[in-house]
């Protein structure tokens, strides 16, 4: 019975293929300025980052481990559940702007490639920091906090079937663009 797996696991397990990831776009950074411009690269990374990093693993953070660590008594406001929200803010910001000029980088506007530039780089840096307070700071809060049976509630809503962007079949999807994403990195290199 205590063998099963914890759902701070399953987000740190997540946290390692965003991670590969974030390295992928790192290295495809310096593309921007030489033809050709790394255009399918970029949209199927902010498919990723979109729907695997925000729509699968922080919805996974926002709508159920936080609320119950929140409930064990770890503070929101002015604590370290805020920050990470807010963090996930900056972060869909900065996807924003990726996206918003990225039809104009391709086009070979070098102000648009610029935010593109400048926003991917900010998203990296931000993200890298964020999932290491995570995986230092709130995370080992969250093995403390959590009684054996908060973490199998939270492993059953984590496969919520109801719930599509949290399913087996949706992470199996994304980690196969991550790999695909990381092998285009390799390649490209
Ligand atoms: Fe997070
Ligand atoms: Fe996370």
Redesign the pocket.
């Known amino acids: 019975m205590t063998t099963t797996t914890h759902p701070v696991d399953v ?1 740190m397990a ?2 390692r293929v965003i991670e590969r990831v974030l390295t992928a776009l790192e290295q495809r950074i310096g593309e921007l300025d030489q033809p050709p411009f790394p255009y399918d690269f970029l949209t199927q990374a902010l498919d990723f980052f979109r729907n695997f990093a925000d729509g699968c ?2 919805a996974k ?1 926002e709508e159920l481990l936080f609320p119950r660590l929140e409930q064990r008594g770890i503070p929101r406001e002015y604590g370290p559940i805020g920050c990470m929200l807010k963090e996930h803010a900056q972060g869909r910001e900065c996807l924003a702007r990726v996206s918003a000029h990225l039809d104009a980088a391709r086009d070979g506007t070098g102000e648009a490639r610029a935010m593109v530039r400048a926003a991917a780089l900010e998203y990296i840096t931000l993200l890298r920091q ?2 290491y307070k ?1 995986d230092n700071i709130l995370f080992q809060m969250a093995i403390r906090a959590l009684d054996p049976d908060d973490a199998a509630e939270l492993m059953a809503r984590f496969a919520e079937p109801s719930n599509p962007r949290l399913s087996a079949e949706v992470r199996r999807r994304y980690e196969a663009l991550a790999e695909r994403l990381c092998g285009d990195a390799a390649v490209a290199r």
């Open positions: 987000l997540e946290h693993h922080h953070e964020h999932i995570e």
